[in-house]
């Protein structure tokens, strides 16, 4: 027995990295998946569906059921046909991980309106399309009488909470994608799907140059092993996490944190001429949490927005 036995999956980006484990791990609890892959590069460019294939003829191997999807989730109707795909296919859907992304970073001044609007595209529209098909479809099921089983895993960064230089397209949608996610656990907790986060931290392809590629630690690519975001994933997929929502989990190898969301901080009185306020926002300051820095810690250096510099 699997902790996923007789779901049905969707998993987006499914063909290499973090997707490919939570495609191999949830098959291996049993789901039935829909493993999609746009199979292009990681800026984006280009298709191909072998990486998808490759990962399907895994499942295969291993006794499970899937199917190759080869749609981009930035697309609307291509979204719907995945939901539909998995409907068809396996006469359910049950769980939707939003995984697939690119990468084009740049500084604000050098980044091209087609390096923003495609990172946007793919990682905001792209959580909102397959999300949104999926929702339609509970929602329809729920109104019919019939029960309904539901869950959102959708897929943040440290860049987009925590925030990192170079990357305000990503960093700007991966942030959307955690609002996002708490948004829309409110509005479909009712229907008792549950909607969930991950902020990975990962070996993949598109991290493993920036981690140093082949100058990285000895080891490194094993601790932080792109499975270890599968396995909460997984459990968040599954029965026992039925009243789990609305986090963000941040995960780096077999570390797992909850990342606590915005919170509203000191509070002052305003003064009414502008004028006037440089103490008052000085003492907000003084008192108000640092900023986060990319370990999710607060940021102790000179310089960092979010404190006095
Ligand atoms: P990856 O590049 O190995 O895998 C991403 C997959 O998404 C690729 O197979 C690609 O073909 C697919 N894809 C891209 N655009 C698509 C589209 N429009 N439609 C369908 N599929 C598409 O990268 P990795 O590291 O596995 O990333 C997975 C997710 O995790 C991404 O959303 C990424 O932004 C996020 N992430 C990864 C981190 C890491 O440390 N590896 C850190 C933070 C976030």
Redesign the pocket.
Known sequence: MGILDGKVALV??A?????REHALMMASEGAKVVV?????D?S?AGADTT?AQEVVAEIEAMGGEAVVNG????KFDEAGAMIQQAVDTFGDINIVVN?????RDRMLFSMSEDDWDAVIA??LK?TYAPSHHAAKYWREKAKAGEDVYGRIIN?????GIYGNVGQTN?GAA?AGIASFSVIAAQELVKYGVTVNCL?????????ADLMGGDAAPEGLAEKIS?RWIAVITTWLASPEAHNVTGRVFDIRGDQLGIAEGWHLGPVATQTDDPGDLGPVVAELMSKARLNANMGGVDHEGPGFPGRSI
Not at 71 to 74: E, H, I, L, S
């Open positions: 987006t980006g063909g290499r990295g973090i997707g999609n892959d746009l199979g292009g990681t984006g990486p749609g981009n989730v930035a995984n697939a992304g690119i990468l793919v990682h792209g897929t943040a960064s440290p860049s990503y991966k902020a990975p931290t990962a070996w993949s392809r598109m991290t792109p």
